[in-house]
Structures are given as C-alpha cells and as structure tokens.
C-alpha cells in the first residue's frame, strides 16, 4: 500500500514514519510539510539519516492522490480540517491525528478548541477510530482518537458498556509525557522547568473531555460528566492514567479481571496484567500495547484502572496504523507486533 | 539549644543536618548511626567535607541525655520504637521522624505495618506533629508526620475540619519523587527502572492511610475511609497529591480560596495558590512549604486540591525542625525561611 | 535460523529478545537463565506479557545443541568462559557478549579483570568480532566487542589504521548510560544518587582499556597506551564518547571527511556526520548505528572526534546480531535496519 | 549593605536573590527587570511567594545610586556594557555577571561574542573576580567568571601557576547542566530533546575559551592555546570538566594532592578530593563548592583533573557574593556557608 504523510516533521508524523518503515505491506510515497520544502527530512532529523532519504514536499493534492492509496495527517487541530476534502472526495483513505473530526457537534468542537469547526457533514462522515471498538469496517475516513482518550476508553469501556457503575462516580487522573505538548519549545517543555517537577495543567478544560463524554455517553447515556484532569511528568513518552470509579454492586477482584479479559480477548493489544499487578509506563514504551491493572476496594466501594500507553505509539501514530490495517484488510497487528523497548 | 541526630545516614537524617546547620539557635551535639561508626559523616557523603566534622557515634543514651536538649530520631520505622524510651524518660525533647509513634492504636499500626507495636502509654503520651494543627504547646515528645499524610492533610483539613464535604467523597491521587522510597537500591529505584517512568505501588496498602484517617476522623467522625493511591515519579524530592471530594452543598471559586486563606492565614509556611494556579513540585524544592492549588468543577460537583511539598523537608526534616522550634519557643519559622531551590 | 540466549533476564539478553523477535530469518529455540527458571520471561518482564510466551529453561547443552544453530551468551564476564565449551565444540556458532574471549591473552584478562582466564586455545579460537572490520567471515566462535570499545575503536579506526596520528596523544573520554552497570542495583545505579548527577568510575583502570588498545595495536603497532576515561551519566542508553587526538600533519576538515566516508562507504550502520555536524545519543537510540562527528582545531593541531552508539545495541546485542548475519550469510543489516526511537 | 539586581528574571538574578536573601549583611533595596514591570516577582516566579515581595521596578539609576550601595548586573553579555557607567562613575560596587568585561581586549571579545565591545577604560578599570586568585582587594568594579572558566581555572591552577605541565598539552573536556542555556525555551533545552540526550554545541568556538585563556597565560606566558569542548548533559544545575594535561616531569599521585591541598588550604570554597576519590555533580549542588579530583597515569604520563561546580552558583551568583564579600570586608564565606542540597 502507497501511502503519504502530510505533516511529517512533528513528533506524530515522525512516529508514523518510524512505524511505516517497518511494516511488510507499506511503502511510503511522499512526505509533507507545511513549515519545511526542498530539503530531505533526514536533514533537520539525523536519525533518518541513511534510511529516510524522501524529500519534503509541497501539498500538491492532485499528485497525492496519483501516487497514494492512503494519507495520514498529522496536522494539528484547525489544520486537518481545511485540507482533507480532496483526499476523501477522491476516495482515499484518510487516517486524520487530530482533533478536528473526533467530535461530531461542531459547537461543542468550536467550544473546547477555541477555532471554527470542520463542515457538518465531514463531521458526520469520519469514523471514531478507537480502533479495539470501531465497527465500521467499511469506513476509509477515520478520526483518530486523542492519547489520553484512547488510554481512558480502554480503561473504561468493559465497565461502562456493561453499565456497571455509577454513571456520576468517574475521575480520571491523567499524566502525560512532555512531548505530548508537541515538538515547540515552551517554557513548559523546558528542561529546566519540568525536570524534577510535576505540573497540572487545563484544569477541568482539556479537549479530550468532550472527546471522552462522546464515546462514554454513546456506551451509557446515564454518564452526565466526568471529572479528568492533567498533568505533565518529565518523561518523553507515556501516559499514565488512574481511574477511580464507583460499581452498581460491589464485585470481585476476579469477576473484574474475568470482565476486562473476556472484553479484550480478541484484541492483540489490550494486555490486562494479573491480579495485584500494576503497569509502567516502561512496559509499553515505544510500542503500540495498552496496559491494564484493576483493583477494588471494599472499604471504599471503588474499582481503580490503571491504563498506560505510548502517547506517539498507541496514542496516535501506532493506532492510526490499526486503523490502516482495518481499512487495508491486513492483519490488525502488521507492522506493530514488535517487543517494547526496555529498559 | 543542644540536639542530638540518630539515624544520620539515612535521607531523612542527612537532611536534618542540612537544616539543622544554618539553623541560628542550634548546635548539633553529636550524630549518631547503627550503620556505621569511628568514622566521620563526611567520609560516606562528600557533600559535607569540610562543613561537617562530627564522628558518627555509638548511641550511648546516657552520654546523649548528657549533652543534647533534643533527640531527633530518623531511625526507620520499628526501630524508633525500641530506642526512643531513655530520652523520652529522661525529659529530653525527642522527635521522632518514623511511623512507630503516629497511630494511637497499636493494633491498626501491627496489621499496617506488620509489625509489633510501641507500648500503649508511649502511643499515648505522643503527640502527632502535624505542625500547622497541633495545639499542645507543652508537648516534648512528637510523632513527625508522614510524608503523603502531609501533603494530604493539609489539603484537607480547612474542608473537613468545617465538614463542608460529603465524608465518602475523598480520593486522593499521591505521587512520591523516588527518595521516599529511602537509600537502599532495590529494583524500584534502580534508575534504569524508574527514569522515564511511572508506576503505582502499595495500591489500597499504603501504611500512610491509617495515619491520615486517625487525623481526619479527629476533624469529622463521619468520615469512613479514604480511596488513596501512591505512585512513584521520576523526580528526586516531591509529593505531589491531586485530591478530589465533593462538598455537601456547590461551592464558588471565591468561597474556597477564602476558607484556605483564612484557615492558612497565620501559617508561613502553606501558601495558597491564586485562583486558576496549581502549584508544582519544583517551587517548594528543598524547601518547609506546603503549597495548594483549589478548583471547582460545577458540572461535577468536585473540588480538586492539588498540595505539593518536598517530601524530605515539610515531609520530614523541615517538619522536624518546625516541631522543635515550638518547644523551644522559637519563631515557627527559624531556620527554615529560605527560598525553595529553583530552578 | 534455530538460535538459543543463554543470560535471558540481563539487559544484553532481553535486548536479544526485542531484536531477534523482530529478524526476519530467525526463530527463538529456546531462552535460559543462571537465576530463574521454572517460569516464563514475561511473568518478570511485563513488557514481554503476550508476545514472548517461551519458558526460562535450565542450561542442558545437549539439548540446545539439538535444538539450535547459533548460541547467544548474554552471560557476565567469568561465566561465559566456564560454559561456551560444548556447543563451540559442537560445532554451533557461538556468539558470546562477555569479556571473557575477546582479550588474546590470558594474563591481560586475569589483571584488568580479576579473574582466572579461559583456557589458551579458546582465546586462540575467538574472533573478536568488530563487525566493521572482521575479515575472518568463516569464524564461527565470535567475541563480541565491549560498549565503549565499539564507539572507541569505529571512532579512530579510521586514523589509526591509516598511521595518520601521532600514536602518543590518543585521550578518550567515555561516558554511559546507567544500563551499562547492569540490572543489579546499587548505590550507583539509584536514581536519587544518579539522577540530576554526574560521575567518574574506574580512573585508569576500566576493563576495555586492554580490548581497545588490542584493536588499535593491530592497526598501528607504534601505540604505547590511550588515556581512556568513563562517566556515568544519567541517561538509561547510551554511550557517548569525546576522542581527542593529534594528526602527524595538519588536516583539512574535508580530508578528515572524506577518510570516515570511504572508510566505512560499505558499512550500514555507521553514519558520518555532514561537516560541523555532531551526533547525539537520542539519535541513535534503540538502534544499531554508530553515528561519527569529525572536527579539527588548527590552533592546537587536535582532531576531536564524537562517536555515539546505544550500549544495548550497537554496544551488544546489536552488533551481536550484525556478527550472525555474517556467519549466517544473511545481509548485514537483516533485521537491523530499523529507525531509532526518537525522541 | 544594600544591594540592587538588574536583571532579577533570569536564571542568574533568581539565584542571587536566593542566595541574598540568607546573607546575614544584606538587604535587598530593588529588583530590577528589563522585560517586566509593574509587577512583583512572585508573581512570575512562585517559589518566591510570601518571601520575596520586592516589585520589579524600571531601572532608574539616580534611584539605585541613592538606595544602594552595591549593584549586581545579571544582565546578558551585550547588555552589561550598555548600562554598567552611572554605577561604575558613582562608585557603586559593581559586579557583572555577564561577559561584557571579562576580556582586557575589546577586539577578542567582538570576535568572540560577535557583539561590539565596551570601552576600551571600562575594560582596563574592571577586575576579573575568579575569587580564589583575585588580588586587588579594593577593586570594586568586577567582572564575575564565566561557568565553564571558574571549574576549568580553579582545576587548573596549581599546576600551570606553578608551570608545571607541558603547555600545550591541556584537553579539557566540559559538560554543562542545561540551566547554563539560560531561561529561554529553544530546542537544544526542550525536555524531549535533552532528556536521555548528550549533545556536544559551540564546537571549538565557546566564548569561555579566550576568557580561559586570558587568565591561563597571566600565570605562564607559554601557554599557547587549549582544546576545549563544551557538551549538554541533561541534568538542571551543574559543570563537570575533565581535564588533561600532561606535567613536564612525572608526578606521584601523593605530591599533586599535596600541590593541589597547598594551594587552596585557605581557600573555603575549594575541596580537594581525598586520592582515588573523585567529585561528583550532585556533592556541590546548589552551593558554592569547587570541588576537584586528581589522577595521575603513569603509562601515558597524563594527569585528569576533575573539576565539578554549580554553575549558578560557584559558576555565578554565589562567586558574585564572594566578590562582594571581598569588597565589604565581610569573611569570604559569610552567607555562603551552607550544605548542598543531597540528594
């Protein structure tokens, strides 16, 4: 399959580049940026030095379109959306990163992102693409889900689509790595600064909310809000979610387990640890898996999930890949099968 | 005034020293350890060549009664408990930095930390040293609080002592910088292990707990128990603790930074964060603050407190000393009112 | 290929693992360890949960000789040499990570090591395996080269086997990544005394000073010693080393230049920095490429020289892979050439 | 003694404000800022919250004239020069944290700063306060030394003072904390790309080195020129040097430390190591020490003297108040005399 990557100097498209090269069934057709032309990308990035020799394009999209079967864009939000149309009208599969087409209200987007919204009926064609619970097969323009979305849905979804809790008992405390805050030098992605610290940030505003509510509420619509806040660690990747939620009826530790194994038995990347076993962060680094640890508390009445992933990997570049293998018919696991890098 | 360290090499200890040092009212007697002896403290740690001379010692409890006013005991938990009687006999001023005095009732301290407890009448003629709430100005034997309980009692106590939130509505989200983990390598704080990492430990175990609802419950007898996480972060020194409660009746923004201003108003050393600011972990670096952050979700009903303090100082050493500034009649803040280490 | 890893649970062994999971001509017969057995690898290494199911097996040659062609032994140095006997015997290829067979003289190894050498004939035997330079593609008993020694010796190569410096004035200062101590924690792999640090070990008297200057002497017999240092530094990947030496002539910038280029023109993995470029860790992190920086100072006639690899990788088991490709007859880069993980 | 600091917002002027602030002879009259005004400092810089309420006020030096009788200028090179005459023409003590009037020849510092120099008086009147070796007690218009010049200078002086050593034989090696990089946010400070990093900047061409050579060659002429390397590791605060240097007659181990003892045995604020003993960054962590290791390696008759400071303190702020300790006639180490922080 020929694909293209518009967007390819940020940290998502750099990662799915990472990820393409090493897939059997992929070949990469063109590589594009909007803040650099005419050089090679290894040029600004040594470590493809030898093995990406692809120059950085202009966005020609009748030339795309000629060469590719499928784009991805790793724009940020407020982009994506002014340059999908062509590749969706031509019929290519268009594997979107940002947030511009998760949500499906446009107001709502327009609200927690601050910018005008894509045009309804974009909205309502592009795909949710969590891809453990996307259906639509058939669907070839996808929305890919935010990192701390994907970490907290996989965490949620064996309880909530069972409706066993409490719909007004969720908080999710969130952490994330810094280069979840993107490739631009600020001063809170300054070494200085959040080395030896820990900050919180958007607090009860991040737009992964309504991201998260959508999903939730399309699984149990008693969920009237969540309570979710942030915060950066100093690691470069990960994120590292705990959730607190209370059950209908208090559970076992088992027949927790047993609900979150059955959910995810076909899923190769959903791994629930064993009992009294908690993931790191470190397990997952640089991979595609998320991680799961359960545990109940009696005296409290409450389930806490721990779920981890990659914030590049499984948190953007890695599912975007799944999604590509669906829409392809490739096995869900081409291309990302490979063994976390530890330590 | 005179005092005495016993437990000098451990983290804590080292840090009392550090403090004890530029402190202006006190002279360090002796330091003492089980470790080690006939050998300087300078010897194991460079950094205290040429600043500190003293021997570390044999504990001669008579020739410690002899000299020191004060004896610090930053000896583990289960160790305190079998040394602390001698000074504490003899009338001297004895703080004590472990777990082994805290809780008032040996049972739930031997089924904490699974071991035997300290005699029912020292349990009770201690006192917990949370220094910002202890009235007992008379008081000469101090249980030093925890680090985690700290953190979290502080950034309670103005909502549970006025019993403003519903008493099952508490969670506390506790991350630990790695030297709360002590100076032992093991594999948790090999830095292979914990660098570029996260993970949670001690889940619903974590010997902090009792002490913090022995203290809350003396605040509110409603309150039945705590949902409370610990999580290790990769950062030196730093509690960071995100907690979340429900107040009985909606709060504005205004109301509970007035209820923390006012309760903190004659205390130097928390500081409440202006409104829409959350503290982090590198502006109380290596400092006595306790620093909270407040938000109000209305469409969840939740308060966020967000109270962040060096774990080795206010967590410890700086609580230590801010105990023994009270006995002695000194300024709460002598010896402690310097500028956090920044950046 | 059939291959078996003798050391499963080091870092040099799971570092196996992820990369021969990944090679394309290559399946896992069999995965061992000294200090576990009875269990698989993932039930310690989470980050193996589900992709690497095989159990840790006892040490029975016969067996491994029936099951495998090619034998890893990710084993310390002073085991390797008590156990490769049998399968070197058997005639499978041998690849051992350890010191123990790459010093051709066992009076060398006994002082710089401190331990009773391998017998004459099996030093005789190994070939010491710096995949840019081994010529001997029929060896089949391979003593794969230290971590520093790959950045050292691939660094100067160039120079020294042309004689186009002054053999005297060779000064190497190495630094490591903490992953180079190993699994096994210490004070100086604790993060609390790493982190945020920096320090020398081993003055003078680090074990692949005799390695390097066993290579070097082979190319320009009029070296005498190198001043050779090492420095940990915190990061968990990583070797980075500063080569400072003087030409016997003046060089121009673009003499140096192109002496790297055509030196290694037909080697994969390694990278000459374009001119006034110099590499970083980051780089080449998670990968086997060895990435070379060249200046030249006219003011003090120096060639200062930057070459950096992941110790994990091109340092061990990477190269390890490179030398079984060459005996295996694959291509050199087979299951190597993958993007570095970045950032 | 009443100080002003014009330039309060940087790394530099935060860390003299820190450090003044526990000085027992020192008030602080005014912070000045060009960047902000009309604001207090905490109000950026929360760690200073309810300690330091100066406002940030404009830079009015009729006003700073008449409150103040000592002036620090932590302003940039290219700045200083600019603003230094009203306070130098009063007779203010100045103390300049910049580069501005380090270097006795303008023409040097244009080339080396790229920036047109101070008068060629003002340069002449100036007096390099490298505390240790500053002889000209009633100079009262400093030049404070860079970072990197106070470790390599003070690691080197013993030896070249004493011409000692071959003169063109001095390597030194340096590696800076990124906190040297100042406040700024750029991508060689971003935490993704300094963390698990080491990078190497300013190849051959640190503005250190001719202020280096400068006071090299005032102790022996026949000093020609020095490789010097300047590289980021990632850690906060901290210079570690390597230096190698080659002595023109061997030297036993025992008699460098006692040249290097001897030397500096009324010097508080340098720390010889014991033999075989070598200092670490974190040992002088946010403190004033210069603490220095020695080897000596008879096979290449090279001498590594290892050279470690806080390069805001000893390599700024705190070597500025040692200068101003000087100048008052206070003790040298008056406000200085504090423990590092550890761990």
Redesign the interface.
């Known amino acids: 399959m020929k694909v293209s990557v518009i967007g390819a100097t940020g ?1 998502g498209g ?1 990662e799915l ?2 990820l393409l ?2 897939h059997p069934f992929v070949d990469i057709a063109s590589l594009h940026s909007f803040s650099t032309q005419s050089a090679t990308l290894a040029d600004f ?8 020799s692809s120059p950085l394009e202009q966005i020609n999209p009748a030339e795309i379109i000629n060469t590719s079967e499928t784009v991805f864009l790793a724009t940020p939000s407020g982009i994506s959306k002014d340059i999908a149309a062509p590749y969706v009208e031509a019929g290519l599969n268009v594997i979107d990163l940002s947030g511009d087409f998760r949500l499906k209200n446009g107001q709502v987007y327009e609200k927690w992102y601050g910018k005008s919204a894509a045009s309804a009926d974009y909205l309502a064609k592009a795909v949710y693409g969590l891809a453990e619970f996307q259906q639509d097969k058939t669907a070839t323009f996808i929305a890919n889900p935010g990192c701390y979305a994907t970490a907290t849905l996989l965490g949620l979804a064996p309880l909530v689509k069972n409706q066993l809790i409490d719909p ?1 008992s969720i ?1 999710v ?1 969130g ?1 994330s ?3 979840g805050a993107g ?1 631009a ?3 809170s ?13 958007k ?2 505003s991040h737009q992964h909310i309504p991201e998260i509510m959508q999903q939730l509420t399309s699984w149990d619509k008693n969920i ?4 979710f ?1 942030t ?1 950066l ?6 994120i ?1 979610t ?1 959730i ?1 939620v209370k059950p209908k009826e208090p559970m076992t530790k088992k027949a927790l387990h047993t609900l979150y194994e059955t959910t995810y038995e076909n899923s ?1 990347f959903v ?1 629930i ?1 064993t009992e ?12 595609n898996y998320c ?1 799961i ?1 359960l ?1 109940y ?1 009696e ?2 009445n ?1 389930i ?1 999930i ?1 779920s ?1 992933i990659d914030n590049l990997v499984k948190g953007a570049a890695g599912q975007a890949i799944q999604n590509m293998n669906f829409i392809a018919n490739f096995a869900e696991s081409d291309g990302l ?7």
Chains 1, 2, 3, 4 share one sequence.
């Open positions: 940290y750099l580049i990472r090269h090493q990035y040594p470590h493809l030095k030898n093995i990406v007004t908080i405390d952490k790595g810094i280069s490739k030098p600020t001063s992605t300054h070494f200085t600064e959040t080395n030896e610290n820990m900050s919180l940030y607090m009860n009237p809000a969540i309570q806040s915060s660690i100093p690691v470069t990747r990960g590292f705990t607190y190769p791994r640890q009294d076993t908690y993931p790191t962060i470190k397990q997952v680094k640089a991979s991680d640890g545990a508390n005296k409290t409450t806490t721990v981890v099968n490979f063994i976390p890098v530890y330590p």
